[in-house]
């Protein structure tokens, strides 16, 4: 089993759509949990940082860790076509370098 | 101003030779990462680097090796190239948080080199 592991899509919706981007995981000691968005031929950029279990909220992105599920997700509300990317989850432990699923590719469609 | 830049952005060159691909970041971070990101997408961490320590993933062959001549630059150097090493390489950096071990936690990406061995 892969360490982290991530549907890779791609993932279509129309715009204004609930997107909803998940990852799971094996190893049960990962404490920190990030979401990463990357578009075609550039870096990925940080866009959800969350610590432990629970929901973040950022705008129209919402982070959620389920910690006893070893499963986190994403939720973009009211989608729009500049949403279209490749978004990498990636997790670790303080101290230690971060281990990134392969990403979900989405497509926003007007 | 681009924050993490790297040079060139495109790299095709035959198996065999030596080439280096460099990294220059104006965040003041501390510390600087190489990544390769294969043609599955998966992003793997291969080096990272501050003034006081280098941590090398240990499946990365010798033939590679981070060069920093300032905490701003980290630089990668490539040997005897091989078809597999394909693959986009991306320079992160950010500032080590605490005390000990480094922590890549809010890097910073530049825009990936896109290297093609033939």
């Known amino acids: 089993q892969k360490e982290v592991e991530q549907d890779p899509g791609p993932l279509s919706v129309p715009e204004g759509a609930i997107v909803s981007l998940n990852c799971t995981y094996s190893?049960?000691?990962?404490?920190?949990f990030m979401w990463y968005r990357q578009y075609s031929r550039k870096g990925p950029e940080l866009l959800m940082y969350?610590?432990?279990?629970g929901n973040k909220e950022d705008g129209r992105f919402t982070a959620q860790v389920d910690k006893s599920s070893k499963y986190i997700s994403l939720f973009i509300r009211d989608s729009q076509p500049s949403d279209s990317a490749t978004y990498l989850c990636?997790?670790?432990?303080?101290?230690?370098?971060?281990?990134f699923g392969p990403g979900t590719r989405l497509s926003v469609l007007p | 101003d681009t924050a993490v830049s790297q040079t060139p952005k495109y790299l095709v060159t035959q198996m065999g030779n030596d080439k280096s691909i460099k990294c220059e970041q104006n965040?003041?971070?501390?510390?600087m990462y190489w990544y390769k990101q294969d043609s599955k997408k998966f992003l793997k961490i291969m080096f990272s680097?501050?003034?006081?320590?280098?941590?090398i993933n240990e499946t990365v062959p010798n033939r590679f090796s981070p060069k920093s001549p300032d905490k701003a630059h980290l630089n990668l150097h490539i040997n005897s190239l091989e078809l597999g090493d394909s693959a986009v390489y991306f320079c992160?950096?950010?500032?080590?948080?605490?005390?000990?071990?480094?922590?890549?936690?809010?890097?910073?990406f530049g825009q990936g080199t896109r290297l093609t061995v033939v």
């Open positions: 990636a997790m670790g432990n303080y101290g230690q370098n971060f281990v």
């Open positions: 190893n049960s000691a990962f404490q920190y």
């Open positions: 680097y501050n003034n006081k320590e280098l941590i």
């Open positions: 969350t610590y432990s279990s």
């Open positions: 965040l003041g971070h501390d510390t």
């Open positions: 992160a950096s950010s500032q080590l948080k605490g005390a000990g071990r480094l922590l890549n936690t809010e890097a910073f």
